[in-house]
């Protein structure tokens, strides 16, 4: 009954922004973390960023200093905001809560590329 949709990807030139929404529905938001994954072709998923219940944040040392993640319990959404867009950025973009198991949106692609 958990689902997650994630909203906002799309194709920017490198040095520009996107903000990345994941909205959550069936489940009590506010007690769990979020994280954010990423996949380009042929690769392995790997981890963004996070944020938990309580606000504490990690990221991966590529995207330091240039990802935000947040989240607006009261709109049930996390967000990721990414500034400073490098092509080695370009891939799926997934959303991910850990309930009594892993659930993932069906990602959004982001594209950075002149």
């Known amino acids: 009954q958990v689902q997650l949709v994630e909203s906002g990807g799309g194709l920017v030139e490198p040095g520009g922004s996107l903000r990345l929404s994941c909205a959550a529905s069936?489940?009590?938001?506010?007690?769990?973390?979020v994280n954010w994954y990423r996949q380009a072709p042929g690769q392995q998923r790997e981890f963004v960023a996070r944020i938990s219940n309580f606000d504490r944040t990690d990221y991966r040392d590529s995207v330091r200093g240039r990802f935000t993640i947040s989240r607006d319990n009261a709109k049930n959404t996390a967000y990721l905001q990414m500034n400073s867009l490098k092509p080695e950025d370009t891939a799926v973009y997934y959303c991910c809560i850990t309930t009594t198991t892993n659930v993932w949106g069906q990602g959004t692609q982001v594209t950075v590329s002149s």
């Open positions: 069936g489940v009590r938001f506010s007690e769990y973390a």
